[in-house]
Structure formats: C-alpha cells, structure tokens
C-alpha cells in the first residue's frame, strides 16, 4: 500500500533499490521494440512522400523522422531501465538546442508523430503505438484526399520598377503570398509562393522587361 507520507527523498532511495541494470536488459526485448519502431517509422515515412503538398520535398527531413522514432525508442528504453541514467539523460538532453526552421506547419505534426512513436514503443505499449499511428495515418489520407488540384511554386521575377502594376495586375486571380521584395537601381527582384493551375499563363506587357 502508498504511504501518503513518503518523501521524494523516501521515493528516490526506493527507485534505486528496484533499479535495474541497463545490461540485463533481453536481447530479444530490445530487438522487437527496435523493430516495431522502425516499421512505424517507415509507415510515417511513406504517409509523409505520399501527402506532401510543399514546395521542395526533403528526403533529409523525411528520414530523419524515421530517425527520431527509434533514437526515441533507445531513450526511452534507457529511462526506463536505470534511474541513474535517466537523471543523467534528462540533464545532458537540456543542454541541447535546435535551430532547424521548420518551413511547413505540418512538418512540426510529423516530428511529434515520430516522437510520440518512439515513447510509446520504448515503454512497450507496442499496441498503442500501432493503432494511433494506423488512426493518425488515415486522417491524413483522407484529408489528403480533399486538396485543391492548385500546385504550389516558388515564383522569382526580375522586372522593371515601372512595370510593376503590370506584374501584379497579371498575377491576379491565383494565391500568392510575397516572400521577398528587393529593390535595386532600376529593377525589383519580387519572390513569391504562388499556387496555379496547370493552364494556368502570365502575360505581360511588351513593354516590360
């Protein structure tokens, strides 16, 4: 039975007796977890190249998804076998930093994903992670399934500033957002994301270079 008036101290000194070395662990044990992991993590990988819909598809960010599942997983397994290795774990993983700009909304889902995949198989809840990721899989197929038939492009133009009006005035009718507009001497560098139709043509005036 919990005794309500344990301390953190009396917890502590309790996990240390229970704990368990890392070495003990089952080789078989270990091998499965990494397995199922890794299956989830490619089930990820394909859901993420089949409903992509940004501008330049990342092979990289793509397999480093794969990556943290089962990185998570090893971390997981970790924590859980030896207390002193996870306050060890803990501290050295808040140190870390990352500054990797996440140019879609949607990537940050895939990454949390991964990562969820990899908590869920390092404690052995295999069953859990399969059925969310199944469930977490087919919402986004059908959502998928739903997308405009507009493609999404990186638009650079280099023109005239006296044309201008003529740019925008034929860039009308289709969904852009201005990424970046320079201005040198005598011309204007305009970067854009664009979604068109594949009919879809620009035309401007002669008169513009």
Not at 22 to 35: E, P, R
Not at 130 to 153: A, D, Q
Not at 171 to 176: A, D, I, R
Request: glycine share 6%; net charge positive.
């Amino acid at each position: 039975m919990f005794n309500s008036t344990m301390t953190f101290k009396d917890v502590l000194e309790e996990g240390f007796k229970s704990n368990k070395d890392v070495s003990q662990l089952d080789f078989t044990h270990v091998l499965t977890t990494l397995g199922v992991a890794l299956i989830i993590g490619l089930f990820i990988f394909a859901i993420y190249r089949f409903t992509y819909e940004g501008v330049i598809y990342s092979h990289s960010y793509n397999m480093s998804i794969l990556l943290i599942s089962l990185i998570t997983t090893l971390i997981i397994m970790t924590i859980s076998s030896n207390i002193v290795l996870s306050l060890g774990m803990v501290g050295a993983l808040s140190i870390v930093r990352f500054r990797t700009a996440i140019k879609e909304p949607i990537d940050i889902v895939y990454m949390f994903w991964s990562i969820a995949v990899g908590i869920t198989t390092g404690a052995g809840l295999f069953y859990l992670a399969v059925m969310g990721s199944v469930f977490i899989g087919v919402i986004i197929i059908l959502f998928s399934l739903f997308k405009t038939t507009k493609k999404t492009y990186i638009l650079i133009a280099y023109f005239d500033k006296a044309c201008e009006a003529d740019v925008l005035k034929a860039l009308s009718g289709n969904t852009y957002v201005i990424k970046s507009k320079i201005f040198t001497k005598d011309q204007i560098e305009l970067t854009l994301k664009i979604k068109v139709k594949k009919s879809n043509r620009f035309y401007v005036s002669n008169q513009c270079h």
